[in-house]
């Protein structure tokens, strides 16, 4: 597998899984990566190429991951987590592929990071904002961006806002909670449907450079939160009427590559 329309998906979970079955329904050859073994059958049943990978810092460049490397696109859609074991583990990743890149013929690598890099600082952000992560996650992945963009390969980092869809109903996330700070700050959130389109166009368009993925609207989180929850039919959540850290990001560069998203109104996806 060695096409242009190759691809490699490293970690193929809530978003890598249907990533990849999109992109095969589009016409491209893909690989994907787990580490748990229950799940291969379910990635040969989706003709995705499996590989049942588990990269550390001792991982040697063997031939299995020689050959899921092989690919003309890596997509790294592994989350940092937030224990220090699994963010040991992701800058392992990151060492390992920078040895890999040399025997590999990868020609374009996408980076899922977050918009967590640009941390909370009362301000509109777009690409152009310097970022400054104030949790250690977001840290970490403003670390590994760099380590990227040291590779000399053309790359795309793409920062989605907080992802919903599918299992991922925003209505759990503060169902029944009492007191929570700054119910008037704006939200930054995504739909999967959105996040999987614009990897497709970055690909066909071999995009570079810092992209964000965020829905066009804001509402703030007690409106958007107090919706979600009604949707679901669960006790409300109860916010504070405040604003004192936040952020909102623009997703500019979405603008000037045409992309229209598919649920820009966020407030439209549960009424």
């Known amino acids: 597998m060695n096409t242009a329309n190759s691809v490699s998906i490293l970690g193929c979970g809530w978003l890598g899984f249907p990533l990849a079955k999109h992109l095969l329904s589009c016409g491209f050859e893909v690989k994907g990566s787990t580490t748990s073994e229950h799940k291969i059958s379910q990635f040969q049943e989706a003709d995705i190429v499996p590989f049942l990978l588990m990269v550390t810092e001792q991982s040697q460049l063997d031939t299995e991951l020689s050959c899921f490397l092989q690919a003309a696109t890596w997509i790294i859609a592994l989350p940092p987590g937030r224990t220090?074991?699994?963010?040991?583990?992701?800058?392992?990743?990151?060492?390992?592929?920078?040895?890999?890149?040399?025997?590999?013929?990868?020609?374009?690598?996408?980076?899922?990071?977050?918009?967590?890099?640009?941390?909370?600082?009362n301000q509109v952000v777009d690409e152009q904002t310097l970022p400054q992560p104030t949790e250690e996650s977001g840290k970490l992945l403003l670390e590994m961006e760099t380590k990227l963009a040291a590779w000399s390969i053309p790359y795309s980092i793409l920062r989605p806002g907080g992802l919903i869809g599918p299992n991922r109903h925003p209505?759990?996330?503060?169902?029944?909670?009492?007191?929570?700070?700054?119910?008037?700050?704006?939200?930054?959130l995504v739909h999967l449907d959105d996040v999987i389109r614009v990897i497709q166009l970055v690909i066909e368009q071999k995009s570079e450079g810092i992209i964000n993925v965020v829905a066009p609207t804001h509402p703030t989180r007690e409106e958007f939160y107090t919706l979600s929850s009604d949707h679901l039919a669960v006790e409300r959540p109860q916010f504070l009427s405040e604003k004192h850290s936040w952020k909102e990001v623009e997703a500019n560069c979405l603008k000037v590559m045409g992309y229209s998203f598919i649920h820009p109104d966020l407030m439209q996806l549960y009424c």
Do not use: E
């Open 84 to 121: 220090p074991d699994k963010q040991l583990a992701y800058r392992n990743l990151f060492s390992v592929l920078a040895q890999a890149i040399p025997a590999s013929n990868v020609q374009h690598i996408i980076m899922i990071s977050s918009t967590s890099v640009y941390g909370d600082h």
């Open 171 to 188: 209505g759990r996330f503060f169902a029944g909670k009492k007191a929570i700070p700054d119910g008037l700050a704006p939200v930054n």
